[in-house]
């Protein structure tokens, strides 16, 4: 099983700032990587697939990237409504797994 | 327009059974591998179960293996997920979820649409 592990738990941004959300996975898994966005109450929804490529209606202040066996999600300009819990998946053996979370509160 | 309606969630004992359903519209269905994932409370996402568009192919996550059984009816637009034999850990939100992959009948899925989800709750 692949272990995803992100870091921070927590990520406090002001405003316009910029949020680096990491995602560390326990072996190589090529680029088989996606982020979520989930706000209380709701169901996640998918900004982030192949670690790069924004889904349909991602602002282009969303950005995936990655070294080695470590992927980065980058918001520019954060704003309100980007508050919430971020997720990464992996889907590149089975059981697909999640990381843990990290929730970005806005300042 | 894309949507996903989960139903059949609630209160069952420990031991108990409980059958999701999962109606989809707005989509070709039987093009898709479609997902449950589960999200216990105040916890993060966990994967349950995959059943894969393009053949016989199902997956579960292990604790869930030999008491879980996902399924599908093409022609009626719906997903299905039988939970028998419940547990206490079993309690969570229930996503179904539409998958896509890399390529045409791969299995391997991210998610691009969820639905809201239902709640199952395992206790005495």
């Known amino acids: 099983e692949i272990v995803m592990t992100q870091s921070p738990a927590t990520l406090s941004v002001s405003p316009g700032g910029r949020a680096t959300l990491s995602c560390r996975a326990s072996r190589g898994m090529s680029s088989n990587l996606a982020w979520y966005h989930q706000k209380p109450g709701q169901a996640p929804r998918l900004l982030i697939y192949t670690t790069s490529t924004r889904a349909t209606g991602v602002p282009a202040r969303f950005s995936g990237s990655v070294y080695g066996t470590e992927f980065t999600l980058t918001i520019d300009s954060l704003q309100s409504e980007d508050s919430g819990l971020y997720y990464c998946?992996?889907?590149?053996?089975?059981?697909?797994?999640f990381g843990g979370g990290t929730k970005v509160e806005i300042k | 327009e894309v949507q996903l309606v989960e139903s059949g969630g609630g209160l069952v004992s420990p031991g108990g059974s409980l059958r999701l359903s999962c109606a989809a519209s707005g989509f070709t269905f039987d093009t898709y591998n479609m997902n449950w994932v589960r999200q216990a409370p105040g916890k993060g996402l966990e994967w349950v179960s995959s059943i894969i568009a393009s053949g016989p192919f199902i997956y579960y996550l292990d604790s869930v293996k030999g008491r879980f059984t996902i399924s599908r009816d093409n022609a009626k637009n719906l997903l299905f997920l039988q939970m028998d034999s419940l547990r206490a850990e079993d309690t969570a939100v229930y996503y179904c979820?539409?998958?896509?992959?890399?390529?045409?009948?791969?299995?391997?899925?991210?998610?691009?649409?969820w639905g809201q989800g239902t709640l199952v709750t395992v206790s005495s």
């Open positions: 979820a539409r998958g896509q992959s890399r390529a045409p009948g791969g299995r391997l899925s991210w998610f691009d649409r």
């Open positions: 998946q992996h889907y590149h053996n089975w059981p697909l797994t």
